[in-house]
């Protein structure tokens, strides 16, 4: 069987229910028996080290939880590369593929890698690949639509076995064209998932597709899509990252990475709050003053 079936499935499925969006939400959750937050510290730029359970102040809904365990840089990571190949891309293929393999030599030995493009639908590229073992990229081509926001929606479906933790690094100009999934499901999809979102915007060289591969059929982007691609990330305590030349996605991609390897995992049972319904997180550190903190911000708390 194909490594992509899986990820179209998921996206034809989440298709279906798009259209009853305001009826009903997706049907995944989050289990509240215990809770990860993952924490960007930082203060004057630079990853704030050695901070404990009793330095951190975690709201949940308003009620202030316990920290059973707090994690910094030693935790494995699983890395989803998502990378834009729709026609707006047309003849940057081979400076992608560079960037691919120089992102992929950052990556620590218990880290793992893969990546997803399209076509005319979402591809895995390899698969799973552990750090350090040769990546196939013969089949990487530019695609014929743009569906953006079902490669976001299908990076962000991965859950990482225990003792893992999930980065997508999505690296694309924002503009979704003839995909299934809306921004709205992407946001939605960000808020409940265990992943944190970096959105690497890179500027697109054809932005009206005159040389695309044929047949394609120009339509505009989704009103405010970019917008809630933007809000998905931050809702998951990741960030934006605007590089303005093509070397520069390769740095960009470096400090996502950076700041998610330097970053807390802190583990708590919710107490003093109702396990269904969304959760409001909250968290501070109250011994570093003017701190600048980036935290997952809400998850869904299933029965």
């Known amino acids: 069987m194909s490594r992509r079936a899986p990820l179209v499935a998921a996206v034809v499925l989440v298709a279906a229910s798009d259209s009853l969006a305001t009826q009903q939400r997706p049907t995944f959750s989050a289990r509240t028996d215990a809770v990860s937050v993952h924490v960007s510290v930082k203060q004057r730029n630079l990853p704030v080290a050695g901070l404990g359970a009793d330095d951190f102040e975690l709201l949940d809904n308003g009620v202030r939880q316990r920290i059973d365990s707090v994690a910094y840089e030693a935790v494995p990571i699983d890395l989803t590369l998502f990378l834009d190949t729709s026609p707006s891309f047309s003849g940057r293929t081979e400076d992608l593929k560079e960037d691919i393999l120089e992102i992929a030599q950052l990556l620590r030995p218990e880290d793992r890698v893969r990546l997803l493009t399209f076509g005319t639908e979402v591809n895995d590229v390899f698969g799973w690949r552990p750090a350090g073992a040769p990546l196939d990229l013969a089949t990487l081509r530019i695609g014929r639509v743009s ?49 944190v979102l970096h959105l690497v915007l890179m500027a697109s060289s054809v932005r009206m597709y005159p040389n695309a591969p044929s047949p394609w059929t120009p339509s505009q982007p989704e009103a405010g899509g970019e917008a809630r691609l933007r809000e998905a990330a931050e809702l998951t305590g990741g960030r934006v990252h605007a590089p303005i030349f093509r070397m520069n996605v390769v740095n960009a991609f470096t400090q996502a990475f950076d700041d998610f390897r330097t970053s807390y995992v802190l583990r708590y049972t919710p107490a003093g709050v109702a396990r269904e319904g969304w959760h409001r997180i909250d968290v501070a550190v109250p011994g570093v003053p003017r701190a600048t903190i980036r935290a997952r911000r809400t998850y869904f708390g299933g029965s």
Do not use: E, I, K
């Not at 976001?152 to 690094?169: C, E, K, S």
């Not at 995909?179 to 999809?189: C, D, H, P, Y």
């Open 147 to 195: 569906p953006v926001n079902d490669g976001v929606f299908a990076a962000l479906m991965h859950r990482p076995a225990p003792g893992r933790r999930h980065l997508v690094v999505a690296m694309t100009d924002g503009l979704d064209v003839g995909g299934a999934v809306t921004s709205s499901t992407v946001r939605q999809t960000a808020a409940r998932v265990d992943a």
